[in-house]
């Protein structure tokens, strides 16, 4: 089984900048679309990004132009840099992996971020 740990999360100011990290176990991250998920109080999870094993990245219209998605298979983990933060962003993110026909899924435990003056 893969397990997926976030880290990163933090209070920000609105107009800053946070770079959240997702460490994978096992050998099946290289073949995984990963992606990360947010749920704002009160709200449903919603995705902000994605990208496949090929590196192909989709966005949130949300969040396009502002957040990046990247991977790194040497190093089993997919990154989130998110600039140009707004309140609205608030929440807590998850990472997620799971295989091309979602024959398999894992999230992580979530990481808080905070944006607010």
């Known amino acids: 089984q893969v397990q997926l740990v976030e880290s990163g999360g933090g209070l920000v100011q609105p107009g800053g900048s946070l770079r959240l990290s997702c460490a994978a176990s096992g050998r099946i991250f290289s073949t995984s679309t990963m992606g990360w998920y947010r749920q704002a109080p009160g709200k449903q999870r919603e995705a902000v990004a994605t990208i496949t094993s090929a590196g192909s990245t989709g966005y949130a219209d949300s969040v396009k132009s502002r957040f990046t998605i990247s991977r790194d298979n040497a190093r089993n983990t997919v990154y989130l840099q998110m600039n140009s933060l707004k309140p609205e962003d608030t929440a807590v993110y998850y990472c997620?992996?799971?295989?091309?026909?979602?024959?398999?899924?894992?999230w992580g435990q979530g990481t808080q971020v905070t944006v607010s003056s």
């Open positions: 997620n992996g799971r295989g091309i026909y979602r024959e398999y899924e894992y």
